[in-house]
């Protein structure tokens, strides 16, 4: 397709009639009452906890290190909570980008957002560090409440046609940027843009660092600490989660104290605590289904085999 920006009627093809299948599905569901999306969230979760065997091990191997205090039967239980919010999860990306926004505005909690507010007054962006929750696309929509100009970094899709859906879907709420289309992300910063940012996948070795995350050494990349060199803009961290009773979602700021310091692998270190802290307000509604831990330091084996 060169440089013409996709549209729809470029994926007609018959590869792709599984894809609008699952995308006309998901509107339909985005459709009903949020209860019911909820509860179906659930139940497809508890199925795909049942049909997908190696993600259920990549979970529980995750949960194990993470939360190595917990006693087995907890850490089943938990693994079976990531499937049932990271299916919730499918469900509030359609919500994200079909549903009236004003629904949630009552039901979001926005704390400590005077912090943003004040580090946006000088001028120089913010970079808005997340982390890869269940709500992802939602808190983008959620974010969006508060007027506040998002510019997303993402990894551009494998598949064109997910690439096109995702992208469209994100234009409803922030402005999407490929992480390395550097030029856009420094434009952005300049406008006193936020910039969404999640540092918290095992992108490989190269441009990393190994630095504990939940007590074990993860590949940890050091952009972050690029990214703010090359505006000077300030760092705040963005968690999002859903309240443990369905009636909502928490959005909150916080610093993270320390950032920037004396050398970029400390910066890491940095994260991943802050990082930990977030998810740790609501353990089973992170990605453990993703190999967090994949690219092992030099001697060391690869704990999902």
């Not at 590869?15 to 006309?24: M, N």
């Not at 007027?147 to 709420?173: A, I, V």
């Not at 952005?188 to 999640?198: D, G, L, P, S, V």
Request: aromatic share 12%.
């Amino acid at each position: 397709m060169g440089t013409k920006e996709a549209t729809w009627s470029d994926f007609l093809a018959p590869r792709y009639w599984g894809i609008w299948l699952a995308i006309g599905l998901l509107r339909l569901i985005s459709a009903l009452p949020y209860p019911a999306g909820l509860r179906i969230g659930r139940t497809l979760g508890r199925t795909l906890h049942l049909l997908m065997k190696k993600r259920r091990h990549i979970a529980r191997t995750n949960i194990a290190i993470a939360f190595p205090e917990e006693p087995e039967i907890s850490q089943k239980k938990m693994v079976l909570d990531v499937f049932e919010n990271n299916a919730i999860g499918l469900i509030e990306t359609g919500w994200a980008y079909w549903k009236d926004p004003e629904f949630f505005r009552a039901r979001t909690e926005f704390r400590n957002f005077e912090l943003l507010e004040k580090q946006l007054e000088q001028g120089n962006g913010v970079i808005l560090m997340g982390w890869h929750f269940s709500c992802l696309d939602l808190a983008g929509l959620l974010f969006s409440l508060r007027g506040h100009p998002c510019s997303t970094l993402y990894r551009e899709h494998d598949n064109p046609m997910l690439e096109w859906f995702f992208t469209k879907g994100r234009q409803r709420f922030s402005y999407p940027v490929e992480r390395q289309k550097t030029r856009q992300m420094l434009r952005a910063m300049r406008k006193n843009h936020c910039i969404w940012y999640a540092p918290d996948q095992d992108l490989g070795r190269k441009g990393t660092a190994f630095v504990p995350f939940f007590g074990f050494r993860a590949a940890t990349t050091l952009a972050t600490t690029k990214m703010h060199q090359l505006n000077l803009s300030p760092l705040v961290k963005l968690d999002c989660w859903r309240k443990a009773d369905d009636s909502g979602y928490i959005l909150e700021i916080s610093q993270v104290d320390g950032f920037p310091s004396s050398s970029d692998e400390n910066d890491a270190l940095l994260i991943n605590k802050a990082i930990e802290q977030g998810i740790r307000k609501a353990p089973t509604q992170y990605m453990w289904v993703h190999k967090r831990y994949k690219t092992a330091p030099t001697g060391q084996k690869n704990i999902y085999k």
